[in-house]
């Protein structure tokens, strides 16, 4: 059994360490395929590449509906 | 009966349950390190007007094995504000490599509820964006505020100051503090099965005080655990004595000891005794393999309810142990 958490300890610790310093959360310049695409800050990224050229998004426009967060949103 | 020897040994130390522990502190250590890899580009404030890009010095990156380049920025705005900002890349030629969009707010306010009252004041500004180059390119950063209004929709012309951290090698610790939470918990999960590791070869209990049992079992470097369950009821002393008598296949005694436990008391609501329960845990070396019987006494008895016995084979335990070796001579 304790064999079984270390192996799955050790899988993860590798995998984790290997993401975490190879850095497969950012944006990668360039390269249609994000697969492991992973915002920070809530920071959504507003267009994607096609052909290895940056398109804007089309729901780019629509920014201005924002209208705040905080606990007074939604009431 | 020859007289038993007893050691205190780290032999049968779970080195699976220590791996699982040190996987955990090795991540630790690479969150630890990873700032060494992190080389600060740019830290300042600037001042962007409405719709008009502020563009930072062109930054020189290239492919790296390590680390990406993280932009992080912050937006100085007041209480009751919203502000749209986006963070652009672009090349030498001025395209939009890439680009992120971050809505921002500051707000407070009052709260009423169930007579009582206070004041909140939350935001979130903060913006980020890591990027890895696929190539050696000149990219220059651009900051642009898309929309920036206060709390009734209505827009601002006055330019926004932002504190703007650029760096490169920047390590991503959400996956390391992912795997600092995921083999910890894997770690308390083998910690807590470690005692009650091996092969069970006997397991009996009885609604009373004595209770034996009989298996095949033992060898050279087999670790042996004996374990003792016992329930006694409310008027239960606060010590009990456990005897515990090893036969071997030929009725010969080769081990008889007394142990005193401690027992953990149930209690009611009202503090009330309602009952306690008592755990004992020793551990053998067993030679030959062969048949051997195991009997436990628990005195005095008037109070026991139910006692259990477990033996086990080929254990493992958490930390350095006290082992009696026993030999049969067959």
């Known amino acids: 059994m304790t064999k ?19 850095q497969q959360s950012a944006l990668v310049l360039r ?29 780019r426009q629509t920014y201005g509906g924002f209208r705040g967060g905080g606990p007074g949103a939604g009431k | 009966m020859s007289s038993p020897k007893t050691q205190r040994t780290a032999k049968f130390l779970d080195s699976f349950t220590y791996l699982t522990l040190l996987s955990t502190a090795g991540i630790f250590a690479c969150l630890l390190v990873s700032p060494i890899f992190m080389r600060s580009l740019v830290s300042k404030t600037i001042q962007v ?37 986006e963070i652009q890349l672009k090349d030498q030629q001025g395209q939009v490599i890439a680009s992120g969009i971050k809505q921002a707010w500051n707000e407070s306010g009052t709260w009423a509820e169930e007579g009582e009252s206070g004041t909140w004041a939350e935001d979130d500004l903060t913006g980020g964006l890591d990027v890895r180059p696929t190539q050696a390119e000149l990219v220059t950063i651009t900051l642009n505020i898309l929309e920036y209004s206060d709390i009734s929709g209505k827009e601002i012309d006055q330019p926004v100051p932002f504190e703007i951290s650029v760096v490169n090698g920047a390590v991503d610790t959400r996956y390391l503090w992912t795997g ?3 083999t910890a918990f894997l770690a308390f999960l083998a910690i807590l099965v470690t005692p009650f590791s091996g092969k069970v070869i006997i397991d009996k209990f009885i609604g009373d005080s004595d209770i034996s049992g009989r298996g095949i079992l033992g060898g050279t470097n087999n ?28 009725g010969e005694q080769l081990y008889s000891d007394s142990h005193r436990i401690y027992l953990s008391l149930n209690k009611s609501e009202g503090g009330k005794v309602t009952g306690a329960n008592g755990k004992l845990s020793s551990f053998f070396i067993l030679e030959p393999r062969g048949s051997y019987g195991f009997h436990v006494e628990v005195t005095p008895d008037a109070t026991v309810d139910r006692t ?23």
């Open chain 2, 49 to 85: 007007d409405p719709d008009v890009p502020e563009q930072l010095p062109p930054i020189q990156l290239k492919k790296e094995p390590i680390g990406a380049l993280r932009i992080d920025v912050n937006a100085a705005i007041p209480e009751n504000h919203w502000v749209t900002y």
């Open chain 1, 31 to 59: 390269q249609e395929q994000q697969n492991n695409h992973w915002v920070r800050h809530d920071t959504r990224t507003s267009g994607s590449y096609r052909g290895g050229i940056w398109v804007a998004s089309p729901t």
């Open chain 1, 4 to 22: 079984l958490f270390a192996l799955l300890a050790i899988l993860l610790a590798g995998t984790t360490i290997f993401y975490g310093f190879t």
């Open chain 2, 180 to 182: 600092i939470i995921g």
């Open chain 2, 308 to 330: 259990e016995i477990i033996v086990r084979e080929h254990c493992k335990t958490l930390f350095p142990v006290s082992v009696t070796s026993l030999k049969s001579i067959q």
């Open chain 2, 223 to 250: 670790l042996v655990r004996v374990s003792v369950n016992i329930k006694s009821d409310e008027h239960s002393p606060p010590v009990l004595n456990v005897l515990v008598v090893i036969n071997d296949g030929n």
